[in-house]
């Protein structure tokens, strides 16, 4: 499993402990998707496994795992069946998974490439990768519910998690970046600008991943509010440096269409910041994130996540 | 209120009571999207707006606030703040304006007219529709969510609600069944085959809102079930209405293109069984509903809408 977390991070760098939660992210993604998927007919199912199982980072899911373990979540737990905190991680890939099919439908980005692999429109037609990709909505619902239930959590935990992840998957997070997004393509932005759209289109899942861990962990409101900070800051980071590989990074390696946001006239921190400056905001934003893990107590996963996130190679 | 409910019907039938359930969905639509759009820009809230508002018949939503007082809810509720009951019925319309924004989509059926105006994609582009339909879904999650919350029930009630909406919207359901539809589109079908696609794409939600309402109601369960295959068999006979008029309506009367089944060679109960059948086919079905309220308390209001769906003109 190192092997396989190195290589979708493109880097040396992970070492056992991330090849540990990426291990329980993968096995518990294929207990969802069977749990899910049961009953239904192929030309459904096929689509939806296409779409979450691609070969992918799993960065959101190992955030959320990180942020449980951080705040304290694996002590306290009590022994279940299955991997009931795996389990909810895979609501936030869920999320993930639908935003990367409709971002490269032919009427969005209209990317052919993705994960090394065609995207799901190329391969499967477009109806059914719109509608797989609605889908994955309520699949990632009734997850967060269902692993709620198994961890024991009180209700009003429950429906906190539930509320976080609408939120950020919602016309205030993911959905309003995304369209801001394309609205400001072939258009000057301004920093300012820039950030509002990365907010929305990046950081609120991510931020989302981290709180839901801390959430689920049953930490204090103000370590709640501390690793969405850092959530926030470490997305911003991620989609700076997803900015410059779109510009330097080389399609094999990157597994995506090189080159696409210039294309598209995309609003990216190279086009606003110039490459020098954007590696520096990068940097700085990482350092941002890092800085409000002080005084937590086992923050070694997430330190490694938000390293990996400025030197990744894809 | 009476004349925009049989204006929306387009039939003289409704009454007062239909009214009356018609006036209080429509105040609660207002104030779900405005509490849900707080804070989003415009360039996201518009498409959201005008995919939920336009002139629709809300069925629905009424089928839902119906079941929840032939299942005895209004006169076990506490005296709340606002209208908790048509608020969760609105969760049920935003699933549905979400279907029929994706369903309109150039890639999906192509149409330009719903609901008398201008499909979504039309007047706002097609990447604003595409992300509006996608923020509808985790918009029904929170509004479900929020309205069992104000109901007081409790929390393992609240959960069914929410899994049984995001049955009904998902792959085994709502989304499964327009899959199934584009595929069978060109290919002869039997009775079979179209009844299996038209309880997804049709009859799921419609059973759904009934057994939402039930369950909102404290209902037992065996009252649940049986509201439950009432939806079913309600919703089959609303789609046999559907494609009939689809061949036989008129395009100013029905509010969106009329033909356009027979233009794609979609799977119809006309195409199926002819249209003498298929009138025959809807009237049974209607029945077979309505037979399975014998025995509940107060069911009117779900008999009035069983001889809309029937009679209905658009």
Do not use: N
């Not at 040396?12 to 007919?41: C, K």
């Not at 801001?180 to 990046?202: F, P, V």
Request: glycine share 12%; with cysteine.
């Amino acid at each position: 499993m190192a092997t396989a977390v190195t290589e979708a991070l493109g880097t040396r760098r992970p070492g056992p402990e991330l090849a540990a939660l990426g291990a329980r992210v993968a096995a518990a993604l294929a207990v969802v998707l069977d749990r899910e998927l049961r009953g239904t007919s192929d030309a459904v199912a096929g689509p939806v496994r296409y779409a979450v199982l691609g070969p992918g980072k799993r960065l959101r899911p190992l955030l959320l795992l990180a942020a449980w373990r951080a705040a304290g979540g694996e002590a306290g737990a009590a022994p279940t069946e299955g991997d009931p905190a795996a389990a909810l991680a895979c609501s936030v890939e869920l999320v993930h998974a639908y935003s990367l099919v409709h971002d490269d439908l032919p009427c969005m980005d209209d990317d052919v490439l993705r994960r090394g692999r065609p995207t799901v429109h190329v391969r499967f037609g477009t109806p059914a990768a719109v509608l797989a990709g609605a889908g994955l909505m309520p699949m990632a619902a009734r997850t967060v519910w269902r692993a709620a239930g198994a961890l024991g959590l009180e209700p009003v935990r429950a429906r906190r998690l539930l509320s976080i992840l609408a939120d950020a998957a919602g016309a205030g997070g993911m959905v309003g970046g995304q369209l801001l997004d394309l609205r400001a393509e072939g258009r000057a932005t301004t920093r300012e600008e820039l950030e509002r759209i990365h907010r929305g289109k990046t950081a609120a899942l991510m931020a989302a991943s981290v709180r839901m861990g801390a959430v689920a962990a049953r930490a204090p409101e103000e370590v709640v509010e501390r690793l969405g900070r850092f959530g926030v800051a470490l997305g911003l980071a991620f989609q700076a440096v997803d900015d410059i590989l779109d510009v330097t990074g080389e399609e094999a390696e990157i597994g995506k269409t090189s080159g696409r946001d210039v294309a598209l006239g995309k609003a990216t921190y190279p086009s606003v910041l110039g490459l020098e400056a954007s590696e520096q905001v990068s940097r700085e934003l990482a350092g941002l994130a890092r800085r409000e893990l002080a005084g937590l107590e086992d923050t070694r996963e997430l330190e490694l996540l938000a390293e990996l996130v400025v030197e990744r190679r894809r």
